[in-house]
């Protein structure tokens, strides 16, 4: 996995969701935009066809699905999500993420 410069987000600095990441061939490419004791906000773009294997987190974490479609896995079962669509992903349960197509998520994850 790539990943682009981790500038966090400025406070009162606008951007555009579509413009924080670019999909790159063959990549997935990852910005952190906050990251505290709390937990983090991270954003995502994916290349049609990449992914990420199984595997679990000690904490909740929701994903936001902000451009393309993807199939997340939870504990073996399957959904789809498409660009303006969430999902849930629980602590401790086993989950993976592939792109159907090109695919850009927020992944918020919280440590409380």
């Given at each position: 996995?790539?990943?682009?410069?981790?500038?966090?987000?400025?406070?009162?600095?606008?951007?555009?969701?579509?413009?924080?990441?670019?999909?790159?061939?063959?990549?997935?490419?990852?910005?952190?935009?906050?990251?505290?004791?709390?937990?983090?906000?991270?954003?995502?773009?994916?290349?049609?066809?990449?992914?990420?294997?199984?595997?679990?987190?000690?904490?909740?974490?929701?994903?936001?699905?902000t451009?393309?479609?993807?199939?997340?896995?939870?504990?073996?079962?399957?959904?789809?999500?498409?660009?303006?669509?969430?999902?849930?992903?629980p602590?401790?349960?086993?989950?993976?993420?592939?792109?159907?197509?090109?695919?850009k998520?927020?992944?918020?994850?919280?440590?409380?």
């Amino acid at each position: 996995m790539n990943n682009q410069v981790a500038d966090e987000a400025t406070p009162g600095e606008v951007k555009a969701l579509s413009e924080l990441l670019q999909y790159q061939n063959g990549a997935i490419v990852s910005r952190v935009l906050l990251k505290n004791k709390g937990g983090t906000v991270t954003a995502f773009a994916f290349d049609a066809g990449e992914g990420l294997s199984e595997h679990t987190a000690p904490f909740d974490a929701l994903v936001i699905v902000t451009d393309g479609d993807a199939e997340i896995q939870i504990a073996g079962d399957t959904y789809h999500v498409g660009e303006g669509e969430t999902i849930l992903l629980p602590a401790n349960r086993p989950h993976a993420v592939k792109a159907v197509a090109k695919f850009k998520m927020l992944l918020i994850m919280i440590r409380a």
